[in-house]
């Protein structure tokens, strides 16, 4: 099997699930319990706590687990309007993930006014629309790190900028910087920022959202005293273990593995690029997270090269795993400016810690002979 859709998801780490396992089969402890199996189950969660909190350049205090990266983008835009009831306004981008953008659009019916950032051709925000959209209403600023099909990394210490001149929080979702780039909060200057376990060869199910101290948010869920009162509802223990451990071999070999993905995704861009004519590469040049690599095949239905693709086990993906079902184009491909027939015909293709030369060899062997067989029998004009 040729796996190219970490974005979508990642492999558990070997040593994750063992990890899990050892616990789920010795610990069985309620973190609240103040016996001690409860002291030793609430000393592991918070061990994973710290190591989410160091790699994020961050304090524990300032860490609180939730049931995915989707919960932590709700969490952080309902939390912060909630709280500041004398505002009532948010500002994101029109190409975030859904768990940002369904959640603004839910909060636009309960009369928040929302403003959509458009975006360039290369997936940049504009700034000068958001500088424009910001307003001393403006409870929060929410734009992603970097955007989950073309991969352009957004400047968020600019947006940063803007929005706290005029009194507004940011919130970023670095789902897809995590564990690929530096994902420091300090660094980038935001209040609230999202992480999800299972990008990063942990388990699903578990995510976070840096909240930042002092920062005036409603807890999410209501009942115990769980997550320090913000997240109630007893920790899911072993996900939280497994995020842990995710994290710290993430600490270990973020860098070496960035290296070594990079320059695996540099060979296959270039290779496509070689071997098949007309295709069209979507993303910024350079401002991007580089294990994506999102391609157009003008003529071509994704759909058709997926398949294709799969029956050879090669797997990639169209787009967000979200719309996956959906014949509708991809939404973040019609916001950078590519006609509906365009982003049809778009591939993504995300590499990760457990990819290969090989894996790069087999798809520049198959790919090219799939495309040319796939144009000869479509019915568009193949290279228009
Ligand atoms: C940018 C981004 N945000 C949020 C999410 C949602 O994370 P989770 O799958 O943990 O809910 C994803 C997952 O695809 C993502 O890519």
Known sequence: MVYLDNNATTPVDPRVAEKMAGFLKEHFGNPSSLYPIGRK???????SREAVAGFLGA?????????????????????????????NEIVTSVFEHPAVLETARYLEKKGVKVSYVPVDKTGLIDLDFLRDAVTPRTALVSIMHANNEIGTIQPIRDVVR????????????????????????DKLGVDLLTV?????YGPKGIGALYIRRSTNIRPFLHGGHQERGLRAGTENTSGIVGFGEA???????WKKDKDRIEKLADRLKTGIEEKIPKVRFNGHPEKRVKSTLNFAFPGLEAEAIL?????????????????????????????IGLRPEI????????????STDEDVEVVLHELPGIVEKLRKISAFDPLP
């Open 41 to 47: 189950a609430k000393e592991i969660v918070t061990e």
């Open 247 to 253: 994290v710290r071999i993430l600490a270990d070999r």
């Open 343 to 354: 982003a049809r015909s778009c591939i993504r293709m995300s590499l990760g810690r457990f």
């Open 59 to 87: 304090h524990r205090s300032e860490i609180t687990f939730t049931g995915s990266g989707t919960e932590a983008d709700n969490f952080a835009l309902s939390g912060v309007l909630d709280a500041n009831p004398d505002k």
């Open 196 to 200: 999800s376990a299972h990008k990063v």
């Open 162 to 185: 803007i929005a706290h001149d005029k009194g507004a929080l940011v919130h970023t979702d670095a789902v897809q910087t995590f564990g690929k780039i530096e994902v420091n909060a």
């Open 307 to 335: 398949l294709a693709l799969a029956t050879k086990e090669i797997y990639v993906s169209t787009g967000s795993a979200c719309s996956e079902d959906s014949d509708e184009a991809s939404y973040v491909l019609l916001a």
